[in-house]
């Protein structure tokens, strides 16, 4: 078969170096972007910052819904369905390439690093690297191409951009002054650490072990959270 065009050659470059390392940074690293793992960071932010929290929750599930609408209008063939020799972690997939849901995601977060802290401060650029990352492990895992990260991350972070910017005009100060506001945020969280945490089965599959560290780092931060509020 032959293989040409930026975006052959790109996805040959990544998923071509592959290695055990790699393998395994890669396998656990791409699966920060499945739909469970970041909603639970958004509601996770909520916590903290509920105005940045609410708009991050709104903005991957309009940017998820998004993804899925071009996804079925486009219905672009995955690697493994036109390429030969390709490298896969977890399961092979034929359809639905662009835009990579993942990587959608993954742009959401990527931005809010930013408008949670600022783009000098390096914990931001960490949690952008770390998203970065996440989004090329679905080229690396052989079940995109990069024009479907590229596009994906992009959808993204416009989508957190538009919501960060209509939630300006939110009610946000008269919410937190409600007991509710915390109380919300933190039964929301639990939840959603509790499904990740009891069986959920996660994609990659090769990401399996941030099922079971994530939902109990996330449990523990909501107790400090409401201790502290407590002891205020």
């Given at each position: ?105 993954d742009g959401v977060l990527l931005l809010a690093a930013f408008l949670l802290?600022?783009?000098?401060d390096a914990r931001a650029w960490a949690v952008a690297v770390l998203f ?59 939840i959603l650490a509790a499904v990740l945490g009891l069986g959920y089965h ?31």
């Amino acid at each position: 078969m032959q293989e040409t065009g930026i975006n052959i050659v790109l996805f040959r470059l990544i998923n071509d170096a592959h290695g055990p390392w790699l393998d395994g940074f890669f396998g656990i690293v791409s699966g920060l972007g499945d739909g469970l793992v970041i909603a639970l960071f958004c509601a996770l932010l909520m916590l903290f910052r509920l105005r940045l929290g609410m708009a991050a929750m709104a903005a991957f599930i309009v940017s998820g819904l998004l993804a899925q609408l071009l996804k079925r209008a486009f219905d672009t063939p995955r690697p493994p369905a036109v390429l030969e020799h390709v490298h896969v972690l977890g399961a092979s997939l034929g359809s639905h390439s662009f835009p990579s849901g993942h990587a959608t995601s993954d742009g959401v977060l990527l931005l809010a690093a930013f408008l949670l802290w600022s783009g000098r401060d390096a914990r931001a650029w960490a949690v952008a690297v770390l998203f970065a990352l996440a989004a090329l492990g679905r080229v690396y895992g052989g079940v995109h191409f990069p024009l479907d990260v590229l596009v994906g991350l992009g959808l993204g972070a416009a989508t957190m951009w538009f919501f960060w910017r209509w939630s300006a005009g939110w009610p946000v100060e008269v919410w937190q002054q409600s007991p509710w506001a915390l109380k919300i945020s933190g039964l929301l969280t639990m939840i959603l650490a509790a499904v990740l945490g009891l069986g959920y089965h996660m994609q990659p599959i090769t990401a399996q072990p941030v099922a079971a560290i994530i939902p109990v780092a996330a449990l523990v931060i909501v107790l400090q959270r409401w201790k502290g509020v407590g002891k205020a």
